[in-house]
């Protein structure tokens, strides 16, 4: 159900949508507005994680989700809500987790299951565990070599601003397991993908290649993963051995969904501005920064821009389901709309902190609105590159159609800090940067919903259809 607007909020609405002097703000004063008085989406953000919570993909939570956001943009006024159901294959984590380290040091660590991992036997498997430093030195193992044994895999990630290390790191638990279980290994610990110093483990899914079939596969949190570092020095050559037990599964096909909506454009026969954000979490985490905040600030951005006024292009929203578990909505939605272009793409799936760089990817081929947007966000400190936008997960659609992208890169310093794990929660958004989202959002999206040529080429667009010439 949708939260009784407080008086506080209901107040700041009616603030931001009194029009100057009896008119329609202009979208440069609504941008600025925004950055002071924005409570849309912290409203959304707030609201989802308080009375929704953990929303696992595929299951009855991210259901519940989805019903909750299109309550939500109802009550705000959007146009064309839906769900757009599909079918996904579904893993759910299970109620057990438990790692102890047996010899030569016997100590309990804490652990969670990835996404995609198998269940031990009841009771548990216990094994030497043979420490890879790298998820290269882990390739480098010969074929066999890790058979009956747990695979440990350090690969340590380090913060940065633009969230690089990412994919220095990632791939330990994205492909780690599958590559331990090929060469024989019965399960994988690996160290959690993070870079906080919380015992919380950083869960997420991971993967095994065709052919080989799913191990025992867990994430441990950073200090328990150092402390197990640490007993490998001081074994002195004893065998380290590890007792694992973990009981999730996958329960086969279950309906997801997209939940989709517009602001409708004066011309809605023109290509929509496409906003992506995605709806599920991991059930270990309410979501609030991964990825409650994205949809908060899109759906603020959209609201605030026909506030302005009625954009020429319509803008869909896409809050897309399942995408932690492996795209499954990103990729839905691009089968059921692949042949209704789509003008940009834009998406916000990185927290809640400043957003301090826009990148499009046609900064070479339409010149003037690559600088025309770059000068329109200088004033909220974002600056520019000569980097190429690659879109984030849930635009697999404007990708297939080789279509315009933008990339507000927000800054990823603490994000994964808090990356699925149970930290993920709403006291760790900035009210102030936050708002400064919703702000450069709003500047961006204003500007290409009312686009009158080709975002990507800047070449003319068929002549406005009536309906256009009519306002
Ligand atoms: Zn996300």
Not at 106 to 117: K, Y
């Amino acid at each position: 159900m949708n939260t009784p607007m407080t008086a506080l909020s209901a107040l700041s609405l009616a603030l931001l949508s009194a029009p100057a002097a009896g008119e329609a703000p202009t979208l440069e004063s609504q941008a600025d507005l925004a950055s002071t008085d924005d409570t849309l989406a912290w409203d959304f953000v707030e609201g989802i994680t308080t009375e929704v919570g953990p929303r696992q993909a595929g299951t009855e939570a991210e259901a519940r989700a989805r019903a909750w956001a299109m309550q939500w943009l109802m009550a705000k006024g959007f146009a064309n809500v839906a769900d757009e159901p599909f079918m996904m294959d579904t893993w759910v984590p299970g109620d057990i987790a438990r790692a102890r380290v047996t010899a030569p040091f016997a100590q309990d660590m804490v652990v969670l299951p990835l996404g995609n991992s198998a269940a031990t036997p009841v009771g548990g498997v216990e094994a030497e565990v043979v420490f890879f430093r790298t998820v290269d030195d882990l390739r480098a193992a010969p074929e066999g070599s890790l058979k009956g044994k747990i695979a440990y895999i350090s690969h340590q990630m380090r913060p940065a601003q633009d969230g690089s290390h990412y994919g220095f790191a990632g791939p330990a638990r994205w492909v780690g397991a599958g590559i331990a279980a090929s060469k024989g290994a019965i399960a994988t610990v690996i160290k959690s993908v993070g870079t906080d110093y919380h015992r919380n483990p950083h869960t997420g899914g991971t993967s095994f290649p065709e052919g080989v079939k799913p191990t025992p596969a867990g994430a441990l949190s950073l200090p328990d993963a150092e402390n197990l570092e640490r007993m490998f020095a001081r074994a002195g050559g004893r065998p380290v051995t590890m007792k694992i037990e973990m009981n999730p599964r996958q329960i086969g096909q279950t309906q997801s969904g997209n939940v989709v909506a517009e602001v409708v454009g004066r011309n809605p026969s023109l290509p929509p501005v496409l906003l992506a954000c995605h709806i599920d979490s991991w059930w270990n985490a309410p979501g609030a920064f991964d990825d409650g905040a994205g949809c908060g600030i899109i759906a603020a951005a959209a609201f605030h821009v026909k506030h302005s006024a009625q954009p020429l292009r319509t803008i869909r929203i896409l809050m897309a389901g399942a995408e932690e578990t492996g795209l499954w909505g990103s990729q839905a939605y691009s089968k059921a709309h692949l042949d209704e272009p789509v003008a940009v793409g834009i998406e916000s799936d990185f927290g809640a902190d400043r957003i301090w760089r826009f990148d499009s990817n046609f900064r070479e081929t339409n010149p003037a609105l690559h600088k025309r947007i770059a000068s329109a966000v200088a004033r909220f400190g974002v600056s520019t590159s000569n980097e190429v936008a690659t879109g984030g997960a849930d635009l697999n659609i404007v990708r297939d159609q080789k279509g315009a992208l933008v990339d507000l890169q927000q800054d990823g310093t603490r994000y994964f800090d808090l990356h699925h794990t149970p930290d993920d929660t709403l006291d760790k958004i900035d009210k102030a940067q936050l708002r400064q989202n919703v702000a450069v959002w709003t500047q961006v999206v204003g500007i290409l919903a009312n686009q009158e040529t080709a975002i990507l080429t800047g070449t003319p667009i068929p002549a406005a259809s009536p309906i256009m010439q009519a306002q």
